[in-house]
């Protein structure tokens, strides 16, 4: 397998003095949890947007003295909430320009940040601005020529843009856009439209799920292949993750034996963040109940285990302590070719997973986009 990209997903931050500066001190024990747990095994941290609840400079100094400590670099977009002012001047003003790249290659991915609230009038008015429109098609062009992986980061989905949703989400389709990160919902999520899957992240100010517990995602892509989980604060280390093969609820290329591997021996693979004191600990790997083998580390600090599949559904499970990962693995043959039909609403929220606990998706969708309260 080729190496992968990975990062640290912080959630709308919605930082407010009205409340009491509350995600504040959640975001510094996030930092503070990415220093001591996992360093250098996550390429950045992202930041997607509503960081600064009313766009104010002192909002953005409060933020930027909460990240100063952070041990590993940080990227971020705006939303519809660093634009309340009617303008980005605040926030450009305040965020250095390394931060706020347009486009960035990380280990053979194109990374592309876009904008989608200067081009509307406020509030949930989203649209692309024309440079990003531009833009978007130049770079998913490159990173064709250039055998690159494109992700895209944006503050909402496709669908929420007030113009040419499925327009952007067809472009994403066909440029081969393996991951769209995304804020915006308050609420964990994951949609699948049959060819790009897209997450949403819990924010991290304003959380009406899970009893308004914090924490932040973890997002692993490799060969194609997504692994997105959701770790609370206060939950134990160390945190365990299967990146390979992948789910079958995140399958998009079917036939693509990263994603639905071969009936036979399926080397599974999974990365453990933050063994601390344990750092010796040896994952272990088991399928469908079955007695579990020790796995062994590779150069690139990831865990490999073979087990024997046949074709059809399997329960894979890693466990460490008392982190563990389950991902539903589908193994088929080459000659099982599936059928395909045609994208249909690409981009659009209907396509969620649902429910899914390991991940730290309830499927409630509690925040003010769907069932939650109008912050």
């Known amino acids: 397998m080729s190496g992968g990209i990975c990062w640290v997903h912080v959630g709308d931050l919605h930082l407010d003095e009205d409340d009491g500066w509350e995600s504040l001190d959640r975001l510094r024990a996030i930092v503070a949890q990415v220093n ?3 360093g250098e095994a996550a390429d950045f941290v992202f930041l997607p947007g509503d ?3 009313h766009g104010t400079p002192e909002q953005y100094a409060r933020m930027l003295d909460a990240l ?3 041990s590993r670099p940080w990227r971020i977009i705006p939303g519809d909430h660093d634009f309340e002012p009617g303008d980005l001047a605040a926030y450009d003003a305040a965020i250095p320009r390394a931060n706020r790249p347009e486009t960035e290659v990380v280990a053979g991915h194109r990374c592309l940040f876009l904008d989608i609230v200067s081009a509307g009038a ?3 008015d989203f649209r692309l601005t024309m440079h990003d429109r531009n833009r978007l098609a130049e770079e998913l062009a490159r990173a064709k020529a250039a055998g690159q992986v494109p992700l895209v980061f944006m503050h909402a989905y496709p669908g929420d843009l007030a113009a040419d949703g499925e327009t952007i989400a067809r472009q994403f389709i ?3 856009v393996a991951f769209v990160d995304t804020g915006h919902t308050h609420y964990n999520e994951l949609l699948n439209d049959g060819r790009a899957i897209y997450g949403a992240t819990r924010s991290t100010g304003q959380i009406e799920e899970d009893g308004g517990a914090a924490g932040f ?5 490799q060969d194609r292949v997504v692994s997105w989980r959701f770790r609370r604060v206060d939950a134990p280390w160390p945190h365990v993750q299967i990146v390979a093969p992948g789910d079958v609820r995140l399958i998009t290329r079917p036939t693509d034996p990263h ?3 071969r009936p036979g021996p399926v080397t599974i693979t999974a990365r453990l963040f933050g063994a601390g004191a344990d750092a010796d600990a040896v994952p272990m790997v088991a399928a469908d109940g079955g007695a579990a083998t020790p796995m062994t580390r590779g150069e690139d600090g990831s865990w490999h285990g073979a087990v024997t599949l046949d074709a059809g559904l399997h329960a894979v499970e890693v466990v460490c302590g008392e982190g563990r990962d389950r991902i539903d693995c589908l193994v088929r043959g080459m000659d099982a070719i599936p059928k395909r039909r045609l994208p249909v609403a690409p981009g659009e929220d209907c396509h969620a997973i ?4 390991i991940a730290g998706i309830d499927g409630a969708r509690l925040g003010p986009n769907k069932n939650g309260c109008g912050w």
């Open 122 to 124: 406020g509030g949930p």
């Open 259 to 261: 994603q639905v591997p």
């Open 217 to 221: 995602a973890i997002v692993h892509v």
């Open 51 to 53: 960081n600064a609840n």
């Open 36 to 38: 001591a747990r996992i």
């Open 68 to 70: 100063a400590p952070l």
């Open 354 to 357: 649902g429910p899914w606990p």
């Open 174 to 176: 066909d440029g081969e």
